[in-house]
């Protein structure tokens, strides 16, 4: 099957190197404009001006859809927690009221508040939540998401996270990447023993979601009061033993060591990277590791401190983007607030920032074959309603996305 997207005002090719970009190719965009598409059996065969694609040989006989707006490849969001039973509500009340992160996790609020909705709801339950949420990412013009385990805490609860992502794979066209995030916190059935949590984690969960192939990658949440760098060392080389490829929740409230640490065991990414310092960037830059910004969480927590964005890439390092979606710090599934307040909050240009949430976010899931438009690409796109790539980040707050297009077919038009 054939399909000819044509009279593109402005197409975003990000064509280039199949690898994450840094430094000035993050400027890049590949920018084609009264442009077209042409797609065969759900692959790119072709990208470019359009009278060029409309006159190859490959062209005879396609469906054509003439589009107007902008196109760029679908959005790779790259961190999410996109399983979960309940929103926090009483969190954002005690939060609008002055209620600080720590004061919210002692009222027994914070992750473990969602432990047990999870554990309590079955799978059904889940699966139709999460095929809501996937409705509502492809929408917004995503995919392809990560999705994190997490608010189980326990060996069943955690496998009925991951299993209810494979299933609800099978009933969405969004592509959804597992990843084991057990440790996300210490549950209440190990408050004060961390120690033997982990060690839970190791003999009582890795075994069975590797055996089973239920994730790709093990992720853990580096940070005062949760795990500490040594902890989140071993847990990651554990991890690896049973191989899972690796990420870390690091330096989100404080500097506590986590980069370091999960670099050193080749983390493909840390995630959140507030309070990162010159010694965590050149630790980053030495061993590959993508910093993924996911500043719709600071701006949820009303925070002031943002990634130092412009020092990644000033100093070479790939930087990725994401919504980090989940029901307590960033209730936001759309990549387009996403790259606005990467923008306006971390310093990176529309172009930076459309290029963290396509090519590199595709880069920190390690998925070769989207990210960027060119021949051989699988045929995932996103077209919206604008005039200009760089509305995207200078409107906010809402989705001006008409169509989205995952393996070459049209699962999304407004």
């Keep these: 099957?054939?399909?000819?997207?044509?009279?593109?005002?402005?197409?975003?090719?990000?064509?280039?190197?199949?690898?994450?970009?840094?430094?000035?190719?993050?400027?890049?965009?590949?920018?084609?404009?009264?442009?077209?598409?042409?797609?065969?059996?759900?692959?790119?065969s072709a990208a470019g001006p359009r009278r060029t694609v409309e006159n190859l040989p490959g062209a005879d006989g396609a469906d054509t859809v003439e589009t107007g707006g902008i196109c760029l490849p679908a959005f790779t969001d790259c961190h999410t927690h996109a399983v979960f039973a309940e929103p926090r509500l009483r969190d954002f009340s005690m939060r609008t009221s002055g209620a600080t992160y720590a004061e919210i996790k002692q009222a027994g609020g914070g992750i473990n508040s969602s432990i047990g909705a999870v554990r309590r709801a079955s799978y059904m339950e889940l699966e139709k939540k999460l095929l809501r949420r996937a409705s509502r990412f492809i929408e917004s013009g995503t995919a392809t998401i990560e999705v994190k385990s997490g608010y189980g805490l326990d060996r069943d609860s955690e496998i009925k996270i991951l299993e209810t992502v494979r299933s609800a794979s099978q009933k969405t066209e969004l592509s959804m990447i597992p990843t084991l995030l057990s440790a996300h916190a210490v549950p209440p059935e190990f408050a004060g023993n961390p120690e033997a949590y982990l060690e839970y984690i190791e003999k009582e969960i890795f075994p069975y979601v590797s055996e089973k192939k239920l994730a790709v990658f093990a992720d853990i949440f580096c940070e005062k009061g949760y795990f500490t760098p040594e902890q989140t060392k071993k847990y990651l080389e554990a991890a690896a033993a049973y191989g899972f490829k690796l990420k870390a929740h690091t330096e989100q409230m404080c500097r506590s060591g986590g980069t370091i640490a999960a670099a050193h065991c080749h983390a493909v990414t840390v995630d959140h990277t507030d309070y990162c310092a010159t010694e965590d960037i050149v630790t980053m830059r030495e061993y590959g590791t993508i910093p993924v910004l996911l500043p719709a969480s600071n701006y949820f927590l009303g925070l002031h401190k943002f990634p130092p964005a412009r020092e990644y890439i000033q100093a070479g390092i790939p930087v990725a983007l994401a919504t980090d979606f989940n029901p307590g710090t960033a209730p936001c599934l759309n990549m387009q607030f996403a790259v606005s307040c990467a923008c306006i909050n971390c310093g990176l240009t529309p172009e930076e920032a459309l290029c963290a949430a396509t090519v590199n976010g595709a880069k920190a899931l390690c998925l070769d074959d989207r990210g960027f438009i060119a021949p051989g690409m699988r045929a995932d796109l996103a077209f919206f309603d604008c005039e200009d790539y760089r509305e995207l980040a200078y409107f906010f707050g809402g989705n001006v996305c008409t169509r989205t297009v995952i393996a070459g077919k049209t699962v999304y038009e407004a």
């Excluded at 054939?2 to 005002?9: D, E, H, N, Q, V």
């Excluded at 993050?26 to 442009?35: C, F, K, P, S």
């Design 1 to 44: 099957m054939k399909t000819l997207f044509t009279g593109i005002k402005q197409l975003l090719t990000f064509a280039g190197e199949n690898k994450p970009r840094a430094g000035a190719e993050q400027r890049e965009t590949g920018l084609v404009e009264n442009a077209a598409v042409l797609i065969e059996d759900g692959i790119i």
